[in-house]
């Protein structure tokens, strides 16, 4: 059941704000209806549960920006400004990852229902600018720009979640330096 556009957007903005502030596993269908003003009666007429609800959230009213990757004239330039750039779409999501991380391990319908439905763009922008570097002939051979893609996500996540250390621009170039051009310089040059 579809509900009034404002009232969909009260309880989706209530449900963010909580689960930013107190997370998943302790936010409940009671506080959200309190802080959107809303019947919990409303909430379980469009929503079966809290779960449905994140999830719907989640895959179809977050905004997350994925912008074009920059053109700065060289892959290791492209390369800094892309994971620089995926550094800071996680720190303004900041509170909902932190939010949705233990959820995913102790309320296994939701993760498998997030996984299932999140779409997975490209955040990092490592496809088309690998594209982009091979075209300029930067980029000789097979490296996998889905591979370099998942390898910056981890390198990113694991600093967010694991170490909690700066997604700072030296970390940016680090990640670069160290980490993602020796990789695509060896995929590059192995052989079949």
């Known amino acids: 059941m579809r509900l009034d556009p404002r009232r ?5 903005d209530a449900t963010m704000e909580l689960l930013s502030e107190v997370g998943f596993d302790r936010m409940s269908v009671d506080q959200i209806a309190r802080r959107a003003s809303a019947s919990k009666a409303t909430i379980y007429r469009r929503w079966p549960g809290k779960e449905a609800l994140v999830v719907d959230l989640v895959c179809n009213h977050l905004e997350i920006d994925v912008a074009p990757p920059p053109d700065t004239g060289s892959m290791r330039g492209d390369l800094v400004a892309v994971v620089a750039g995926f550094c800071r779409t996680l720190e303004q999501k900041h ?27 490209d955040i990092t922008g490592t ?20 591979e370099i893609r998942r390898v910056t996500e981890a390198l990113v996540w694991h600093r967010l ?14 990640t670069v330096d160290r980490v993602l051009l020796p990789l695509i310089r060896a995929w590059s040059t192995a052989t079949p």
């Open 8 to 12: 969909e957007r009260a309880i989706l």
């Open 95 to 121: 509170g909902l990852v932190f939010a949705l991380v233990p959820a995913l391990l102790t309320a296994p319908g939701l993760a498998a229902a997030l996984r299932a439905n999140v779409p997975r763009p």
């Open 127 to 146: 496809v088309p600018l690998l594209d982009r570097a091979r075209e300029r002939g930067e980029l000789p051979g097979g490296a996998d720009p889905g």
């Open 161 to 174: 979640l694991i170490t909690g250390e700066p997604l700072d621009g030296a970390f940016a170039e680090e």
